[in-house]
C-alpha cells in the first residue's frame, strides 16, 4: 500500500442528522468524488465511525456534548449511502472517541495519507495529529473542500494548527 484516503466520520448524524449542518451537507459531493478518485486508481480507504454506546449521556464525551448521536447500529451510525463502498479497496474502523489510536497497526506501508471528513475541528484534527505523532516523515495530506467544521472559523481554525504541524493543507 502507496497511498491511502481517511474518510473520517462521513457519517447520517454528522450530515443531516442530530449534529448535521448546510456545511457537511455541501461536502458530500466533493468527498465522494475524492473517494471514487482513490477507487478508480485502486487505492485504499479507511472510513472512521464514531461509535456510541446506547447510555452515551453518561460518558464523559456525553456530558460536554450532550446530543446523542452515532450510537452503533443506528441510521445515524451509518456511513452516508451516497458514498462509494468497494468491498476490495474500503475498510471501516469504529472509534469510541474523537481520534482512532490503532492507525499504526493498519497504515505500515503507507508512504502518503489523506484525509477528509467531519467534523475539521475535532476528529479530523485529531485523527491527522495522531498521525503525524506516529508518523512523522510521513506525507499528510487534508483537502480543506473535502472538510467541514461545527462552524466555519472553526475549521478556519484548525486548518491553521494542521498546517503548523506539518500536515499539508490543499
Known amino acids: 500500500m502507496k497511498e491511502v484516503l481517511i474518510v ?3 457519517q447520517n448524524d454528522f450530515i443531516d442528522g442530530s449534529l448535521g449542518s448546510k456545511e457537511a451537507t455541501m461536502i458530500v459531493g466533493n468527498v465522494r468524488s475524492k473517494i471514487q478518485s482513490y477507487l478508480d ?3 485504499k480507504v479507511i472510513y472512521t465511525k ?3 454506546p446506547e447510555n452515551y449521556l453518561e460518558t464523559y464525551e456525553g ?3 450532550p446530543v446523542i448521536h452515532c450510537v452503533k447500529d443506528t441510521p445515524g451510525w451509518q456511513i452516508s449511502s451516497e458514498l462509494p463502498w468497494d468491498e476490495t479497496l ?3 474502523v469504529e472509534k469510541g472517541t474523537f481520534g482512532f489510536l490503532a492507525w499504526k497497526e493498519l497504515l505500515s506501508d503507507v508512504t502518503d495519507i489523506e484525509i477528509c471528513g467531519l467534523c475539521t475541528d475535532i476528529c479530523v484534527i485529531s ?4 498521525l503525524r505523532a506516529i508518523y512523522p516523515d510521513k506525507d499528510i495530506f487534508v483537502d480543506a473542500k ?3 467544521g461545527v462552524t466555519p472559523e472553526l475549521h478556519e481554525a484548525a486548518l491553521k494548527v494542521m498546517a503548523s504541524n506539518q500536515i499539508e493543507i490543499g
Do not use: E, F, Q, W
Open 146 to 148: 473535502c472538510c467541514a
Open 8 to 10: 473520517v466520520d462521513m
Open 63 to 65: 456530558k460536554h456534548l
Open 50 to 52: 464514531d461509535t456510541h
Open 41 to 43: 486508481a485502486g487505492k
Open 127 to 130: 485523527n491527522a495529529l495522531i
Open 90 to 92: 474500503c475498510s471501516a
